[in-house]
């Protein structure tokens, strides 16, 4: 739920190959009709889209790839890159 209650956030399937590292949110009003599309760029380039959700508070929180492939040497598969927009759909 986004805007108060006042709205649903359609939030985009991860795991994705996408030729632009972008995800698009939708905002829906409780009858489904779309009151807009929201782009958020988790990297430059191609990528296998991660995670994104909103929270209670309309933050929206998006899993960015690794820009630096060789800190998998350094760390393995458990580092990870987050976006934030506090409050975006408050």
């Known amino acids: 739920m986004v805007r108060g209650g006042k709205g649903y ?3 985009p399937v991860e795991a994705q190959d996408a030729q632009d590292c972008v995800q698009s949110v939708e905002v829906v009003s409780p ?3 779309s009151c807009g599309t929201t782009s958020f760029r988790a990297a ?3 990528c296998r889209t991660g995670p ?3 929270g209670y508070d309309g933050t929206v929180m998006q899993l960015a790839p690794d820009p630096d ?5 350094w760390f393995g598969q458990g580092t990870c890159y987050w976006h934030w927009w506090p409050g975006l759909f408050r």
């Open 69 to 73: 492939p060789a800190h998998q040497e």
């Open 9 to 11: 956030a359609v939030l």
């Open 31 to 33: 009858s489904g009709k």
């Open 52 to 54: 994104i959700t909103v």
């Open 44 to 46: 430059s380039g191609p």
